[in-house]
């Protein structure tokens, strides 16, 4: 039995080691359509580019909560069987190229049985594990509704609203933020995107010339204008409603404040009488996915990324960095290992006296795991930074993310030093809540948003915020 408490630890470095390889260093294949390829497109959001994927994960959680959309419901008690899921990226394509089948999705959460009974919506939606989800198609009617509520509820301090109303304005800002989603890439209930730019380019040349002439107080041809009319209103809205800013600048130099949303570049090109080739190929990309073409839509991104390579290279490979960062998910798979090593401590500590080679088995045991998620929380920490171009505390979120990594730090000194399953304990209990608390401030919205001007400088995040922080 002895070999087997030597072994014991071995096992649980080889079995999450194993996962951590598959996850990190195996490359995951695209489905038939290359979902990830797009998601890996660079945006400009929140004053700093990200990939599609970002956008798609950070609004998902704003609204629902969660990274990923169910697409069928098992029971809890099949915890064997894994249902299907529709991931952030292939989500907001689906919203952005069919919102008549993302309007049928349950992704708006509402759990304040006061709300439920306001908008009469008790018997109505999805429930999972005592919380509800609805779709868009089920809410629409009761959006004047919540909109007054949300209204009322926003003319109070944030420490003056009582649960019922912070839930209405967060169910009221997850509309909103699905409603301007639908509008980054294209008119809502256009079906042939693509076919429709085309259409614009032709009419562009006569209504220029129709609109020059009656400058000029000459005849001009008045259905030519007025065949700009309806594209020109739709454009309108996606600039002013549009969420990311999708169409990068004519020129690499011009910096981040030249990226439009897709209405304002689509305005633009009626003025220059030229679309930018970076909204055809976007068109292309929406088009090709809501008529299920993966052939077209595949060869779309892969266009638009060949577009992209020779000025915006810088962005190409931020946007795969943090494509990267999110698809690996580090302190979620730190957080899981340092629950196992959590429970391995304490079952160490209680079985001391009892059964000593067991209890020193199990805390080597919780000792190498706290090790290993320790190294995977490093990577995730120093990772950020690097995205970020960032000391680590820059807000609340980093702040939890780098006091558990410190106290991480200092629990594996104490089990260097005393070797009772101690510091094991506290390395593992910091590591997990710290990170639990970060994955609920990152429901707020994105992570990694620009600094407040107090802070914005590398200096004093490095020295006053960071030691003050330790």
Request: hydrophobic share 45%; aromatic share 10%; glycine share 6%.
């Amino acid at each position: 039995m002895k070999w087997l408490w030597k072994i014991l630890p071995w096992c649980f470095v080889a079995l999450f080691g194993t996962e951590l390889v598959a996850v990190m260093l195996v490359p995951k294949k695209d489905g038939l359509f290359h979902v990830r390829a797009f998601g890996r497109l660079p945006v400009l959001l929140a004053g700093r580019i990200q990939p599609f994927d970002s956008v798609a994960r950070n609004a998902l959680l704003q609204i629902r909560s969660t990274g990923d959309v169910p697409l069928e419901q098992v029971p809890s008690w099949q915890f064997w069987h894994h249902p299907k899921k529709l991931g952030a990226t292939a989500w907001l394509l689906e919203l952005m190229s069919r919102p008549e089948t993302a309007d049928t999705r349950p992704i708006f959460l509402i759990h304040h049985p006061d709300l439920l009974g306001e908008l009469k919506l008790q018997n109505q939606g999805l429930e999972k594990s005592g919380l509800r989800y609805y779709s868009f198609n089920e809410l629409e009617p009761h959006l004047k509704e919540i909109s007054d509520q949300s209204q009322r509820a926003s003319e109070l301090k944030s420490e003056q609203q009582s649960s019922f109303q912070k839930q209405v304005l967060k169910l009221a800002n997850g509309l909103q933020l699905y409603q301007r989603l639908k509008l980054t890439l294209q008119p809502e209930g256009v079906d042939n995107f693509s076919q429709e730019l085309a259409q614009l380019q032709k009419d562009l040349g006569p209504a220029r010339a129709a609109a020059k002439a009656s400058e000029n107080g000459g005849a001009f041809d008045k259905e030519a204008v007025a065949r700009l009319a309806q594209p020109l209103e739709q454009f309108d809205i996606m600039k002013r409603y549009g969420y990311a800013l999708v169409v990068p600048p004519l020129e690499s130099g011009q910096g981040s404040n030249h990226w439009q949303t897709a209405g304002a570049s689509l305005l633009e090109s009626v003025g220059t009488g030229q679309l930018n080739p970076a909204m055809v190929q976007l068109a292309a990309i929406t088009t090709a996915y809501r008529h299920n073409q993966p052939e077209a839509f595949n060869q779309a991104v892969a266009a638009y990324r060949q577009w992209l390579q020779p000025h915006f290279a810088k962005e190409l490979r931020k946007g795969r960095a943090e494509f990267y960062f999110n698809d690996t998910k580090a302190f979620l798979h730190a957080t899981i290992i340092y629950i196992c090593a959590l429970v391995l401590a304490a079952v160490s500590i209680l079985t001391f006296t009892v059964t000593p080679s067991l209890s020193e088995s199990l805390r080597r045991s919780a000792f190498y795991l706290v090790l290993m998620a320790g190294a995977v929380h490093t990577f995730g920490l120093v990772f950020r930074m690097v995205l970020e171009g960032r000391p680590p505390v820059t807000n609340l979120y980093s702040s939890a993310i780098f006091i558990g990594w410190a106290t991480m730090i200092l629990g594996v000194v104490i089990e260097r030093i005393y070797r009772v399953g101690i510091g094991s304990l506290v390395a593992s209990l910091a590591g997990f809540i710290t990170l639990l608390i970060a994955y609920n401030l990152a429901l707020g919205g994105d992570t990694m948003e620009m600094l407040r001007a107090v802070l914005d400088t590398n200096f004093w995040l490095a020295t006053h915020v960071v030691m003050i922080t330790t």
